[in-house]
C-alpha cells in the first residue's frame, strides 16, 4: 500500500453508500486504497443503518489514522441509495466523482483506467468498466456503453463508475422518488440528456467486483421492470420520441437474442436425446406469434425431420 501514497488523483473523490453491510463496507474501502491512482478522499453515507455490527464497524473506521486515503463518514435517516449518493456527491469538491455500492470492490486499476478514459473524451459524461460477478454467480459481465440511442432499450453501464461532477449538477443527480430500482439507468439517461453529443465510456477490462446474492435489491427489482419502465419513459419521453427507432430495435434485438439462444438449447437437447422443460414443451404445443416465437418452433420441429 505503501507505493500508493504518492499517487493520489487530486481531481477524483469517491463516494460510498452503506446500508447495513457490516463487514462489505471495510472490503469496499480497501479496495479503494490499494488503488493504483488513489482518490483525493472517501466519502461514505450511511443511509440509516441499524444493525449494530454495521455501525460499529463504521464507527471504528472514523478512528483509524493508518488509511492512506482520509475517510469521511455521513449518517442520515434512510431515504434510499439515490439520496445516499445525491447527498456524498454533493459534499465532494473534485470534478471527477467515482461512486461505489458498499458491498462491491474494485480492482486496483480501476481508478487509473477509468478516469483517464475520461480525460481522453471530453464529451464523455460517465465512465466505468466490465464487471467480474461474484458470490452466487461467477461470471464476466460486458456492459457496452454508448449514447443515448444504446441507453434507451437498456442500461449499458454499471453503477458503479466515475461521473463528471459538472454532469451531476447539471442534469440534477438521481431522481430520489425511485426506491425500487433502475435508478443508476434512470441517472445515466439524464446525464446523457444534457449533450447531443454526451456518452458514456466503458473499459473493456473487469475491473469491478460486483457482489451476487438471490435477495439483492438489484434482483428484486426485475419484478418491477415493466411498471418501472413506464415512469422512465414517460419521464424521458422527449428522448424516446426522438430515437424511437433505435429504442424498439434495441428491445428487438434483445428479444431476439433470448428467442435464439433458448432455441438452440432446446435443439441440442434434442438431438442429445435429452428431456425438456415443461415450459418449452407447452410453448411449442402453443407458441407466440408474430415475434419470431412460431418461427423458432418451426426450426426446431424440423429437426425429426433432417433424417
Known sequence: MDKNRDCFGADIEAVITSFNQGTMILEAVESLCAQTLLPK?????????????SIRILKDMEKKADLPVPVMIHYQENRGVSSARNTGIKKTLAPMVLVLDGDDKLEPEFTEYVSQLLRDNPSMVAASSRMHTFGILDSIVCPAGGNISSFLSRNCCPATHILRREIFEQCGGYDESMRSGFEDWDFFLSMIETSPEAWIGIVDKPLIQYRTAP????????DKRLEIMRFMIEKHISSY?????????????????????????????????????????EFLESPTYGDGGMASAVRIASIGEEK
Open 241 to 281: 420520441h426522438d430515437h424511437l427507432a433505435d429504442a424498439l430495435l434495441g428491445i428487438e434485438t434483445i428479444s431476439n437474442l433470448r428467442l435464439y439462444h433458448w432455441e438452440n438449447e432446446v435443439t441440442h437437447a434434442i438431438r442429445s436425446h435429452q428431456e425438456i422443460s415443461r415450459l418449452s414443451k
Open 215 to 222: 435477495a439483492s435489491s438489484n434482483i428484486k427489482s426485475m
Open 41 to 53: 478522499k472517501i466519502i461514505i453515507v450511511d443511509d440509516g443503518s441499524k444493525e449494530e455490527n
